[in-house]
Nanobody, 126 residues
Framework: VQLQASGGGLVQAGDSLKLSCAASGRYGRTVSNNALGWFRRAPEKEREFVASISWRGDSTNYADFVKGRFTISRDNARNTVYLQMDNLKPEDTATYYC?????????????????WGQGTQVTVSS
């Protein structure tokens, strides 16, 4: 499975961005039965969980620092996961990575994810 993330950029504090991540696989492999997630890594910091969505999209979980500001969603017909980011803050500056879980339910554990995208940079200026 290959993941292609897009939508990052340079914005000002308070602005919004929507990240997309399209999955593709050999022999028609889809990710519709897998939970999907977003993580991020800021400069000189550890990778951290941001959000996860279950295979049917009926369950989500978020890191506390994005609750109420970020929304994860998915379109199984397009094999795509999204991250709507509103009211961005300078501390949200990071490279954002999408990932495909081995499991169908939401999870914040990085070791639950089998495939990772290449990342898309989000920079928020104050």
């Amino acid at each position: 499975v290959q993941l292609q993330a897009s939508g990052g950029g340079l914005v000002q504090a308070g602005d919004s961005l929507k990240l997309s991540c399209a999955a593709s696989g050999r022999y028609g492999r889809t990710v519709s039965n897998n939970a999907l997630g977003w993580f991020r890594r800021a400069p000189e910091k550890e990778r951290e969980f941001v959000a996860s969505i279950s295979w049917r999209g009926d369950s989500t979980n978020y890191a506390d620092f994005v609750k109420g500001r970020f929304t994860i969603s998915r379109d199984n017909a397009r094999n795509t996961v999204y991250l709507q980011m509103d009211n961005l803050k300078p501390e949200d500056t990071a490279t954002y990575y999408c990932a495909v879980s081995r499991y169908s339910g939401v999870t914040s554990r990085p070791d639950s994810y089998a495939y990772w995208g290449q990342g898309t940079q989000v920079t928020v200026s104050s």
